[in-house]
């Protein structure tokens, strides 16, 4: 099964339900995890051309993407 991006509203309604676990300020991206099924999501501002970073992008991302991406604690990826 695949799990598919979230764009816009809908992405940050669905944030609304996660967990932060990483916040890089200076590229606008936040990592969150989903408690409920451990599922990781990265959530952007892909269109920096638009005022405000335009719609915000929710994907799915691996525990190793995001170690490899962000100094991060291994541990820090576990389901609390």
């Not at 995890?33 to 892909?46: C, E, V, Y």
């Not at 994907?59 to 100094?71: G, M, S």
Request: hydrophobic share 40%.
């Amino acid at each position: 099964m695949s799990i598919e991006p979230v764009m816009g509203r809908d992405a940050q309604e669905m944030a609304k339900h996660l967990r932060e676990l990483v916040n890089d300020d200076l590229r606008w991206i936040t990592v969150f995890i989903d408690d409920k099924t451990g599922q990781l999501w990265r959530m952007s501002f892909p269109h920096s051309e638009m005022h405000g970073g335009g719609p915000p992008l929710l994907e799915p991302v691996t525990r190793e993407e995001v170690l490899q991406e962000f100094l991060v604690d291994p541990s820090d990826l576990d389901l609390a």
